[in-house]
């Protein structure tokens, strides 16, 4: 028996050139090969509570649109209805991940232990369901940033109270990821950040972000958890400043704190935007520097200076991600959430069902462009040719060399570097052969 | 005997309340004593050689607009003119530093061994005239982005001769750096990044522009250069992006190169801006970082989206840097260096003293705020006592506890966090007590 | 009696350089005369009774802070206690003016005829405290964004019944504007744009959107409302294109519909730096189109891509603005609305009353350095001598003849333009002279 | 005989899917039907003569890069062979329009007659070649704004001078663009706005520029010229703020001067980025207000703050604008102008050719794309569905009503609206459908 609340809208099933409903997937087909792997197992789509189902259409000047049977929020039997709604979406969808933070699932509760409380006994609801279907959890994590405890940060927090209330929080995430034989835990430090440096001892607040992180970690060997710790990188908002602000950022934290081998990134689209970066920009650099993990594959609207979280639709855009994504190995213990929400007025519940296959048919174009990209092989080997000069023995002895000898054969006019073209405006016609 | 370019100018002097030209300090007094320290001694202004005298006043929409009698800059007796020119400004202003990168001060030659001469003849000639005169050189640096060989990056290059060439180049102006008694060493990497990564190598790029990095600080051991190497971050422009992106960025660079004790920064008002951080976050972050080293007091026109160089006319802002900047010990080998040109309509010899007197007027109003913050304590005060709780051993001993032992507590009950207020505007309210 | 809410604060008072509380002014003294007329007079703030009472502290990532005892306002004991708060701030300030919205002030009815009588209640309760008091109203408005029938719009709502909702909204709000005698009646228009051009009809919703500010007008003079009319520009946020992006805007959308001289402009700072503009750029913009009427003085965050709403707290921005206010010979019915909330971590009742007094002082330091600009003249001198060539009568001539005859004279060798210094940096230096 | 700069680039050719070389058409058919008409009569295309000719590939940190035969372009010879080799890419090319300035094509010679003179040579030159092809004249248009002469601006010039100048100047260019049979004349005013309103008398300027554009007009019918009169619309650079800062605020100029019926725009996609706009947002509003005209299909690089003038590269983006192209009813006058460079990097002819012939593939898919989406009509159809309570009489009736009348059916409980999803992510999916 079902809620009801999608009304008789059909599994979605792949359907290509054919005809299908609204629904049906022109791309996606889980089985379809790419590049010797399932497309199913490149992808690794996850849908995300919170915004799919928790979120109730406010914005910072208007309050809730949707007027889901299951809010407001405040008990478990509401809490279990949201629940079987959405599984009944993942039914239809057919995706085979998703992901949660605990403030989504659960109604806070007086205390710490009844939250607690609420929280396991949804844990195991969720355990049920998922026992009997393909569906599987990609990640956990744990909401520090919407209760009004945290409006000065978690583990940043000037007052070690909410210190040590995240920490027994993250505890009970961790429990619970695992529990469900999550892939990976991911931390977002929404206020880790600050609202004006005239309150903020930015170094102590680092070190105390840092020792966080690191108890995570032991926490992650105490239980043998054997998933990915992931950090989020994002510039701003809620915080004016985030410090977590971009990848790049990440990775000189992770350093500083020891942790650049123990912890990766989720990446997602929107906040490389809201960084001043392209979303390939920040899966490059996270490749370059060994710590990419996942993403979240949610645009932002380019004129909108504020996290918009919509679902992709651009094929060109995402190509390029999964084409970076691909050259870096692929996903491991990664996917593909989308960590998106349905615009305000998208009230129905058809809306939530075409949000979510559209984007996926839109990744499944993207990627199978990515791997038609990578076996053409034209821009690698462009890319290759450019640097070329790079393997001449000569080239990798001036990297062992100092800078008097290399000035004795400048100086001598024996080197002198004659430009070569860019040739950015071919590549780009090389892309868009197979976007 | 005077060019006669600044016809009539005379010296800037400190006249405060009194009757004075336009071109007399109302606030900046060398020799005034604040915070127990000579105000030039604080604030070691510096000029930048190329934009107040190489600069012809172009932008990507039209052509030069200054018309100076040095112009074009393309043998070395204008390259001399300029120099006096240059040094007849100094005399006028009076601030103890100044600045250059190889290219504004000497002709490009048809090889580099002729550049390399043109280059030492205007060092020299600098010497004669700094012997004669209290002007020191703050930091020299080379220009590796103008030329058409450095398109495509100086260490960055995918072409291992413009690593060479780059090499012998910096090697030159360390070199000169040091004959003229320098007291820093400055990279700015304009280049250093992509157009696009269809033809980008990121990983192999920041491999290399490490190793050069180390070069560098190889070089300066070998010389026996006391000065301190600098890193300047910008995020873009010319590149679309550049590596050195911020603060941040670049302590993360630093330190996968081993470089985090060896090398500080270079931060610029406008550089931030363009980053999307305010000019005191860039501080307060270097400094938390423990790589804080000079500044560039150049501000960014908030409605332009390009780096506009303007010199600086907030106090408020103004005096929030420095207050960041006495917070962390103030400069050592620092100073601040006006990197800030001339609007292009701003033709006259006049607007070039006056540009830079008003600055420096700025700056010590900016200073002497910001000492007064810090003597009045209160600002201080608040921050203090908003991390009090974190003075109590058993918050300390929580730091070094782990995720189940802080879980008993808060599942017990004994922990329960209670908001206080972050108190912004009154903090706010205070700073303008003293801007 | 008083609701005991600000505790002991003791009414904000003038003592300049005199010894006083935190709350009291430095520089705000209403009698003061400035240019000929009191500083209250010049200035006349308003408080905001929204962000101030109504706003409870969320953002788009987490929930209520402040926890007032008047929340949640779903009843009219509830709204009757925020009405005794909020006109014991008046008291303590002391400010002459306020505003509201309909929404701020009543609980919302379960039909429009309860909403409209719980609002008129309230509308005689604070007549009754307004007739004891020195306190007027400068503006009232509706909200016509937060309630989620408005999600689409109001006037340009794609269904008929929500323009009228709005209309009849509107009516009362002008109603109860004049019978509390406010001296202008705003309309800003959060969702009158669009998310999505793809289900967007823009020349439609902009006729529509046009009759209604006619309607507006209409119904003003049929009630012979003697305020005035004015009209908010936003580009954006809520919707992600709003039709009044700037005054620009606003002003061809007036002269489409033929209300140019029936309607002004309420400029607000924060809109003006997301439109991408300084404030000064959009009140010298209104001012040169003729239609400047009123101003909200709460700034952006330059770093913040959303509308942050703070205290002003830069002077020199501050001053700027009012001397473009002063050049267009000051207010007449409009005035200095802060439409500013605290920041979500300021919790106390004291930062309520510190933000407003701050705000107020500096809003007086840049009125004083604003008219003493003025009566200096030397920026007024250095502007006209700039343009004198155009007094010449030739030059006006030329204006009134056509390009064959200007050929002539241009072909002939006759007119040959001489570039003459903008001295941009020379009049920053006597700004800086007086803030 | 040809220059050989394109050394054996042949003709371009639509080979559809069948083999090519890298430079030939794989959606660029001209004479393939879309919607009743041929591709070639649809998009128009023209080649800028400034980026790819002019330009030397120099930017605010770097000077040229390119080195063309025809650089420097400092006599009449060298802008022969300039013309000879745009002539031989567009017959390589095969588009029907090209566009210049003035200053694209001669020479600035030392007096304004000499000027006139060496730019009526050249167009006679390009006379000469044109009749001997099928390349037509889109549009001609007066570069005031490289000059040194124009730093202020020119109809906005604080001199007098220089509006006769550029008077005298736009004559000469609406005579040539007239004896080559140009179908458009084009004004960007890159000048045309202010750096400081310190120095800026803003009523002035907007009213010279009136009278200038209304000379324009007045001029045009004097010759008979046949053509569209465009003003293209840009935010900002050069100038900090330009007058014509989007469609929008041109319009509300165009009305204040008498002119929205003569007028129309010319948009680009950059500028309408730069505006904090999409691109279609500037056609759409353009149609809505009657004033749309012709299009410069160059993008801007959404993570860079100035005019990055780069070739269309995204089909999804390019099909939206063409989709309100056609809505409006496609092209009359107007074209599709690559107002695009080549990157600084792109140094060979085959980068210049590759651009162009990429562009135009993109461009053509997205025309399809468009009329696809129209022919369809799954996006039109939920367009007038959504609206279609408008088609009721009694809401044509109220929007003949006032508020009284309004208001009583409201507040009798007759009209209660009910939010209807706005189907966002369902109308994106039709659209990813067809791109």
Do not use: C, F, H
């Given at each position: 028996m079902t809620t009801g609340f999608f009304n008789g809208i059909a599994p979605a099933k792949y359907v290509g050139d054919g005809e299908g409903t609204e629904f049906d997937y022109r791309h996606y087909n889980p089985d379809e090969m790419v590049m010797g792997k399932r497309m199913e197992d490149h992808l690794r789509f996850a849908v995300a509570y919170w915004h799919s189902f928790a979120w109730e259409g406010g914005d910072p000047f208007g309050g809730a649109t949707f007027e889901r049977p299951w809010h407001p929020q405040d008990n478990q039997s509401r809490a279990k209805l949201k629940a079987d709604v959405a599984f009944e979406m993942f039914d239809i969808i057919g995706q085979p991940y998703y992901c949660w933070h605990d403030a989504d699932v659960r109604p806070e509760g007086d205390t710490f232990a009844q939250s607690l409380r609420n929280f396991e006994e949804i844990i195991d609801y969720f355990g049920e369901k998922m026992s009997s279907r393909n569906i599987k959890l990609l990640w956990g994590t744990a909401n520090m940033f919407s209760h009004r405890r945290w409006m000065s940060g978690a583990s940043t927090n000037p007052d070690p109270d909410v210190f040590a209330y995240s920490a027994a929080t993250v505890k009970t995430c961790m429990d619970a990821t695992q529990k469900l034989g999550g892939e990976n835990y991911v931390l977002w430090g929404?206020?880790?950040?600050?609202?004006?440096?005239?309150?903020?001892?930015m170094g102590r607040e680092l070190d105390h972000m840092g020792r966080f992180l690191n108890m995570v970690v032991e926490y992650k060997h105490k239980i043998g958890f054997k998933g990915a710790i992931l950090v989020e990188p994002k510039p701003q908002e809620p915080s004016k400043h985030q410090y977590d602000y971009d990848a790049a950022t990440c990775y000189g934290f992770l350093q500083k704190y020891g942790l650049e081998n123990e912890v990766k990134l989720n990446l997602e689209q929107g906040h490389a935007i809201l960084a001043g970066h392209s979303f390939e920009h920040e899966i490059a650099t996270a490749a370059a520097l060994g710590v990419f993990g996942s993403i979240d594959m949610n645009r932002n609207d380019y004129q909108s200076g504020w996290d918009t979280d919509q679902f992709p639709n651009n094929v060109p855009e995402v190509a390029l991600a999964y084409y970076h994504i691909l050259k870096a190995g692929g996903f491991t213990t990664g996917g593909t959430n989308f960590d998106a929400k349905l615009r305000?007025?998208?009230?129905?519940a058809a809306d939530l069902i075409a949000s979510h296959t559209g984007a996926m048919d839109i990744c499944a174009r993207g990627l199978k462009a990515a791997a038609a990209m990578i076996e053409d092989g034209g821009l690698e080997n462009a890319l290759q040719e450019r640097y070329?000069?790079?393997?001449d023995p000569a080239a990798k002895a001036m990297l062992e060399s100092d800078f008097d000898s290399i000035f004795d054969k400048v100086n001598a006019g024996e080197i002198a570097p004659a430009p070569r073209s860019g040739k950015q405006e071919r590549l780009e016609n090389i892309v868009n052969r197979f976007v």
């Open positions: 929404g206020r880790e950040g600050y609202e004006t440096l005239l309150n903020t001892d305000r007025q998208s009230l129905d070329s000069g790079w393997d």
